[in-house]
């Protein structure tokens, strides 16, 4: 049984399928996200039948595999068994036993112990987050089209995004394509140009995973965008209004602003936690669990867990965090679809390694930073890998199709097609 | 000053472009919506943007066309001013003052005096209840392959479409093919071939504004593809448990079903009725206001109603109902404007006249009806010149070739790609 249709446990079915066992691969939402460009949906580049693949049609032709709708309630790891709960009040389903057990929760964000943060902070986490922020920041431009107040409208035209990994890099880079360009002509009374975007982070420099020299181009890069790169501005307070930024003289600044984007700190699923408690595992403050070196739970062969919910124990017995990147998540959903398979054959399979590729960020159009194992690229090189690597990964010959579409057309009309206010998301209407 | 971005709206603006004075359209969305496609989001054929087109990139690089998100509380005919009320939290603004003024409000489902249908029903009118509809339907389906109790399954696919109009059977024939041909592989608890669709229709036929032969031929095809349609059988009850239908008999029969999705009576938008409070002009019971024979009100030549608000008088000043289609307010929009700028040059117009150029019903995959101007198609001819002309009227030169690659695969595949369910409407939560 795999917990988790996320690109771990996607993997893992994957390759289970066929199988001379069941699978039931268990998700709350029905389809697999592709989380590396939610963000385009939330500034209207993609439409979200775009970036999320239906998880029934990829297995409709694999008798063995079954998809539930439900969430999990808890792990019974002595009975074999995981409790359900049921999702968008679809009927509850009884508890599902297993012989074995892939749990692939994910992450959320954090927000640093200040959950409060949360209700004033839109996410592009989720599909429908992400659908929030687009009719958030679209609905900001409006409120300034029509707001009198001066003051006002400023706070209405400042962009704030909260963290310098890859998705505040890119989520910047677009708010900022979005009003220097996407919408230039679009507005009388403003000048979406004039709209300041805040990419606002605690550390020393934005896409810590990446060599320097590339976090020193993707500033440089979004400078050029009209992005203001705050480094070294741990948030200190969050609310309806604004921000307030801590600074180097442990003064404090508050930047008023509407529209606040958290893509900070990530914690991992509840569930890992729990199945610290169950088995002793070690779990550290980001709410990862230690997994032995074969991804399993100490004293439970039966139980992996993979992806960016847990730490794997290296042959020293020290439990290391990777980074928490689809690539892991795919090698380890493979690699536990490996060990099962090879013990029906009672073979071993050593230890899990996890293979680098490196790392892909875009910028802007036809803007990114490339760390391929060593090499390192930027600009519009780096840029076309991006491209390529997206759409041979995304899910969907269609999807890919369309996509590519998109991405043609926004590059050569910097146009944006899918720039619809759809109020159905609570932070939406905090736009105004 | 125009009033509303739907076809007839978008059309004034269009032919009112670069003209040497100021164009304010408001609509209380930021998007124009390509309501023939509507329904097709509904069943996750497409995608909400490539249906929807932002109305400001219409006009981005007309300097004197003037967007406003807003929506309209009143008007004040004699100081010729309109009052705005703010949607989505957005600000208020103040009363626009106007010299010549369109209004094209639309028109919405009726529910025949039963308002309190309309919480137990769903709707294909708007983006978001065609997005609500689509949750609804599939979470049904996955809600059956959780469900253990048979009769609570059976309701759970069991699907009633309500109004045997080109909408009605449009949808009926898509929920047809999820059922039997796109969702076919997807589960395995339950078949959804044996899921029930019935459309239920008042009159003793589908498509009335078609000849009865093609009425006929649509019969024939929605049966083929697993509909059921029922004629003469006026809804009387309705609830979130199913509903009731009244038959021939006099007596009356009860179908439990837990979508119910209507597409029966339209009302024309309330701006109707209260232009003819103000002007003295006839309202008829579906809710148009009666025009004058160029589409202006009574004693109010600088005011024109357009679309399917309104009944146009004829030379024999009796007023006359047209269809509400798109071309119709196509037509009028564009004899708006015509008016409008011919008066800049005391020039004369002669009276609108509605060309008819036919109508078009696609019933599924390679199956429509067509009657244009007598000639009647059937089959995949018809829906060939089905696909074509939406095609050719669909906003957006990228929207074009995203929604063709979507057809051909969903032609060549059967397969759905935007199977989605978004929990962001309240009525999608029915589903379960």
């Known amino acids: 049984m795999v917990v988790g249709g996320g690109f771990g446990g996607l993997e893992a079915v994957k390759r289970l399928k066929r199988a001379p066992f069941e699978v039931t691969l268990v998700d709350c939402r029905n389809f697999h996200l592709f989380q590396p460009l939610t963000y385009q949906v939330a500034t209207g580049g993609l439409s979200p039948g775009e970036v999320a693949f239906p998880l029934r049609t990829i297995f409709k032709r694999d008798g063995n595999v079954r998809v539930m709708l439900a969430a999990v309630s808890d792990f019974d790891l002595d009975g074999h068994e995981v409790q359900l709960r049921s999702v968008d009040g679809l009927p509850t389903p009884g508890p599902i036993p297993y012989d074995t057990l892939i749990v692939a929760g994910g992450s959320e964000y954090a927000y640093f112990g200040h959950d409060e943060w949360r209700q004033h902070a839109a996410e592009v986490k989720s599909l429908e987050s992400a659908l929030g922020v687009r009719s958030h920041i679209l609905a900001a431009f409006e409120a300034a089209e029509l707001e009198s107040d001066p003051q006002r409208r400023e706070a209405q035209m400042t962009f704030v995004v909260v963290g310098g990994g890859p998705t505040g890099v890119e989520m910047a880079g677009q708010i900022a394509e979005l009003a220097r360009d996407t919408l230039r002509h679009d507005f009388r009374a ?163 390694r996890y293979r680098d590729k490196g790392n892909l960020a875009t910028v802007g159009r036809g803007s990114a930073v490339a760390d391929i194992s060593g090499l390192r690229l930027s600009g519009l090189i780096a840029w076309v890998i991006w491209v390529v690597v997206h759409l041979w990964y995304l899910v969907g010959f269609q999807n890919r199709i369309i996509v590519f579409t998109r991405w043609f057309f926004n590059f050569v009309t910097h146009g944006r097609g899918a720039r619809l206010i759809t109020m159905q998301e609570p932070e939406a209407g905090r736009g105004a």
Chains 1, 2 share one sequence.
């Open 190 to 352: 403003i000048d979406p140009r004039t709209g300041r975007i805040l990419l606002i982070e605690a550390t020393d420099r934005l896409l810590q995973a990446f060599p320097p020299s590339l976090s020193k181009k993707a500033m440089r890069s979004l400078r050029r965008l009209g992005v203001t790169p705050l480094l070294n501005s741990p948030v200190v307070g969050l609310d309806d209004g604004g921000v307030t930024i801590g600074t180097n003289e442990g003064k404090s600044e508050r930047i008023p602003a509407r529209t606040i984007i958290w893509a900070a700190g990530v914690t991992a699923s509840p569930l890992a936690a729990r199945l610290g408690e169950l088995t002793g595992a070690e779990v550290d403050k980001a709410g990862r669990v230690a997994v032995e070196m074969d991804l399993t739970l100490p004293g439970h062969p039966e139980v992996f867990a993979i992806g960016d919910m847990v730490r794997v124990r290296g042959a020293d017995g020290v439990a290391q965090a990777l980074p928490g990147l689809a690539p892991v998540a795919m090698q380890q959903g493979r690699y536990a679809a490996k060990v099962i398979r090879a013990r029906l054959r009672d073979r071993d399979v050593k230890p899990f």
